[in-house]
């Protein structure tokens, strides 16, 4: 065991900074955005909204309990409530956070290199070859490792000097970046189709398994939730932290950014009337559409572009670093390692998986609908039986900090009884439905 006495933030908004900063990231932006669009607008929406309040939130207040009740790394922390045969849960989040993170990185490093084109030389004049060039291969892979580079530099600093540094200033910045551009937005001519879309329910597609699936992983992604990294940054916290009042906070910001990127990724691709580049939409539509729409722009474009794919990075980086402090602090904690051995070596052998998926496409994919779809609803079922049957008396832990609050006194139910049985449906769909996409990709299509 670690001699050194935990660190702790700093401020309650450090806190809440670095969770929203987990939760608000390439999933808010990129990924639903996508998946709006591929599933078809706002049943999605609506689908993803319920999954957030009804099993996202239950699930968030109870990483944040045993994060804050133990003081430890995910495998730690089970163990601490429910004995060593627990280790092999939160061996399976750190697994979890290890194998997003090598993908969420190559992502992050189109991200990067789009916003550091803007900057510099312009968007592309053509933007579907130019994904083409730069998704896959040797390009790819080196933005991967330069946002590697960042978000390892970052988690080195350790958790207050570091994570809480970071967040407490690129939080802010995000979300007035976005607002930002959610308004410029609005001001487009045309623009109404692009909320029109958004907004109006296809009643016929809300209720194929398919849309549901994709809303509860995609609830789960969002939220950072069944790996371990809620879990972990509330075991930085300091024991009078009222956790519903966090759980509810992070939960709404994140909703609230999703919400917003739609406002703003919608309106402009519609208004540039390039609907037709995101109907059907794959992972990549975006990171075509959207640099079509800022060129027909004109010249304020390349400003947007710019300020749109920095949000983007913003966004990302806080993640990734959520996803790389899951890794670093078990290897901290269950190894001794120092956290610079930690970071370098995690680092190097993350950036090296990564390498798959910044060869190809596919693979990625096939990553993205692994983790999401089986391994976070899996270790959000785990989670909450955990929590709901084996702990004794989170109830206790909770209302530590939080004895006001009174909304919780239905929460260990919820856990016991409403979440498993949610997501043991969802994963009975999630599991044959993935593993159906899995062969496609693999066999190209
Ligand atoms: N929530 C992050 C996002 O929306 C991704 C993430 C998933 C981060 C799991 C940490 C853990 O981009």
Known sequence: MATAAREHWNSRFGFVAAAVGSAVGLGNMWRFSYLTA?????????????FTAAVGLPVMLAELTI?????????????????????????????TGFLILSYYSVIAGWTLRYAGEALIIGLPADPGAHFGEISQGFGAFLFHLAFMGLTMGIVAGGVTKGIERVSVVAMPLLFVLVCGIALYAATLDGAGAGYAYYLNADLDNAFS???????????????????????????????????????????????????LAGLMVFPIIFALGLSADISGSTLGALFVALPKAFINMGGIGRLIGLLFFLALVVGALTSAISLLEVVVSAAVDGLE???????????LMISMLGAASAWSLNILDVMD?????IFLLGGGLALSIFVGWVMDDPLAEVAEGASGVRWFFAWRQLLRWVVPAVLVFVLYHSVPTTVANIGMLWRGE
């Open 38 to 50: 591929e599933k078809g607008g706002a049943a999605f929406v609506g689908l993803y909204l319920l």
């Open 67 to 95: 994060g804050r009740g133990s003081g430890k790394s995910p495998i730690l922390a089970l163990a601490h409530y429910g004995g060593a045969r627990w280790k092999a849960l939160g061996g399976l989040f750190v697994a």
């Open 209 to 259: 398994m398919d849309v549901l699936v994709a809303a509860a992983g995609q609830a789960f992604f969002s939220l950072s939730l069944g790996m371990g990294a809620m879990l972990t940054f509330a075991s930085y916290l300091q024991r009078d932290s009222n956790l519903p009042n966090e759980s509810l906070i992070i939960a709404s910001a994140d909703f609230g950014v999703a919400f």
């Open 337 to 347: 390692w120092t956290r610079e051995k930690a970071v370098i070596v995690m680092g």
């Open 369 to 373: 609908q692994i983790a999401n779809n």
